[in-house]
């Protein structure tokens, strides 16, 4: 009796959402109609009376890769007891971006989930930054695990892997990050001089994406201690302190993410946390006999035929590369860092990192890094 009434109650269920969601025109289209009406034992709508269950699985609820390169997210589904005729079904893959380009003020952008691609037989369609990119695998029967090439930052998020068969529609979702480094980032005006989008822009600016939660997280984990206040890309302020101390948040806390919560976008301002992945170029160090200005540091990758690093690929370049120099040099932002992987006397503290002289003057004399 109650698998009778399954097809009715999802019907009834999807008239009754409101319109103009992304994934109601999947269902408007009479296919399942069709699969009541033709419910008399000999094709569609058997599925329900024989008690055969669709399962769609994943084997892999997340999966880390790096940017640039293509990675596969794992989706297949089969029937139980397995079919005698093939049936037709439906795949339909969809994703909550971890990082949504947003209008102001309007939170529920962060957890819309739109269209990556739609497939059914051998016809698919792909959607906005996927058109082109991505490909389902289909290497066994039931596999719909989604290709997706030429990794970009902003790809990251949860993705989700529909198999719909006539009424039934069983899902499940997959997780996709990047490997990368989380860095603080502040402006050359000061600390605290960012609002969200201010924030936004400069860790694009420094080829990096403003950080996840999960992503600082991960970061905190690896001994990330930092004092000062930034933003995520979900809109709160947060800071990592692995070490309590009064002038951080107090001693009577433990260690952990200290959060403020969502700030308000436009009006607070703060520090940025930004994450940059794997560069496909490489950083090196300029040397130069009597040191560079900013403006010949500029020059001097140029005529060397590269250009000038960003924070975020000197930072990928140390955390990923295992960058390590102990000479201060230019970047292109005006600020001059060092990246140390083997901590050693006269450079810098007992762990490693990126070491940063702040802005200094312009006309002052350094090396320069350069990224190719
Ligand atoms: C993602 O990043 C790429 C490359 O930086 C950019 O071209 C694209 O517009 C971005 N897409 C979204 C949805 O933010
Ligand atoms: C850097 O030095 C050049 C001369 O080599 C000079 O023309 C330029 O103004 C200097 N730039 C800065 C920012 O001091």
């Known amino acids: 009796m109650l698998s009778l009434l399954r097809p009715l109650l999802a019907v009834c269920v999807y008239l009754l959402l409101p319109g103009g969601q992304s994934w109601i025109p999947w269902y408007s289209n009479g296919f399942h109609?069709?699969?009541?009406?033709?419910?008399?034992?000999?094709?569609?709508?058997?599925?329900?009376?024989?008690?055969?269950?669709?399962?769609?699985?994943?084997?892999?609820?997340?999966?880390?890769?790096?940017?640039?390169?293509?990675?596969?997210?794992?989706?297949?589904?089969?029937?139980?007891?397995?079919?005698?005729?093939?049936?037709?079904?439906?795949?339909?893959?969809?994703?909550?971006?971890?990082?949504?380009?947003?209008?102001?003020?309007?939170?529920?952008?962060?957890?819309?989930?739109?269209?990556?691609?739609?497939?059914?037989?051998?016809?698919?369609?792909?959607?906005?930054?996927?058109?082109?990119?991505?490909?389902?695998?289909?290497?066994?029967?039931?596999?719909?695990?989604?290709?997706?090439?030429?990794?970009?930052?902003?790809?990251?998020?949860?993705?989700?892997?529909?198999?719909?068969?006539?009424?039934?529609?069983?899902?499940?979702?997959?997780?996709?990050?990047?490997?990368?480094?989380v860095f603080p980032y502040y402006s050359q005006k000061g600390r605290y001089h960012f609002n969200f989008f201010a924030a936004q822009q400069a860790c694009q600016d420094q080829d990096a994406t403003l950080a996840t939660f999960e992503q600082l997280f991960t970061a905190w984990e690896e001994g990330l201690d930092w004092?000062?206040?930034?933003?995520?890309?979900?809109?709160?302020?947060?800071?990592?302190?692995?070490?309590?101390?009064?002038?951080?948040?107090?001693?009577?806390?433990?260690?952990?993410?200290?959060?403020?919560?969502?700030?308000?976008?436009?009006?607070?301002?703060?520090?940025?946390?930004?994450?940059?992945?794997?560069?496909?170029?490489?950083?090196?160090?300029?040397?130069?006999?009597?040191?560079?200005?900013?403006?010949?540091?500029v020059q001097a990758c140029a005529h060397d035929g590269s250009q000038i690093a960003k924070v975020g690929q000197l930072y990928a370049a140390w955390g990923l590369m295992g960058l390590d120099r102990c000479d201060g040099g230019w970047l292109a932002d005006r600020s001059v860092r060092y990246p140390i992987t083997r901590a050693r006397a006269n450079c810098g503290p007992p762990e490693p990192g990126v070491r940063s002289f702040g802005f200094p003057p312009p006309y002052l004399k350094f090396g320069v890094y350069c990224y190719r």
């Open 227 to 297: 004092c000062n206040a930034g933003w995520l890309v979900d809109g709160t302020v947060q800071y990592p302190i692995t070490v309590p101390r009064h002038s951080c948040g107090g001693m009577n806390l433990a260690p952990g993410l200290r959060s403020y919560g969502q700030r308000h976008r436009l009006f607070h301002h703060y520090d940025a946390f930004c994450f940059s992945a794997a560069i496909k170029g490489t950083v090196y160090y300029l040397k130069h006999p009597t040191g560079l200005n900013f403006t010949e540091a």
């Open 33 to 181: 109609y069709q699969d009541i009406s033709n419910s008399n034992g000999n094709g569609n709508g058997e599925i329900y009376f024989n008690g055969i269950r669709l399962h769609v699985e994943s084997p892999q609820p997340s999966v880390s890769a790096t940017r640039g390169s293509s990675v596969t997210l794992p989706c297949h589904y089969h029937y139980e007891p397995e079919l005698t005729t093939p049936r037709r079904t439906r795949v339909k893959w969809s994703w909550v971006p971890a990082n949504p380009i947003l209008p102001p003020a309007s939170p529920e952008a962060f957890t819309r989930e739109t269209e990556v691609m739609v497939a059914m037989g051998n016809r698919h369609r792909s959607y906005g930054s996927f058109r082109g990119r991505v490909r389902l695998r289909r290497s066994a029967p039931g596999d719909m695990s989604l290709v997706i090439n030429e990794l970009q930052l902003n790809d990251t998020g949860r993705y989700r892997c529909e198999v719909i068969d006539g009424l039934e529609d069983e899902s499940v979702t997959v997780e996709l990050e990047l490997q990368g480094v």
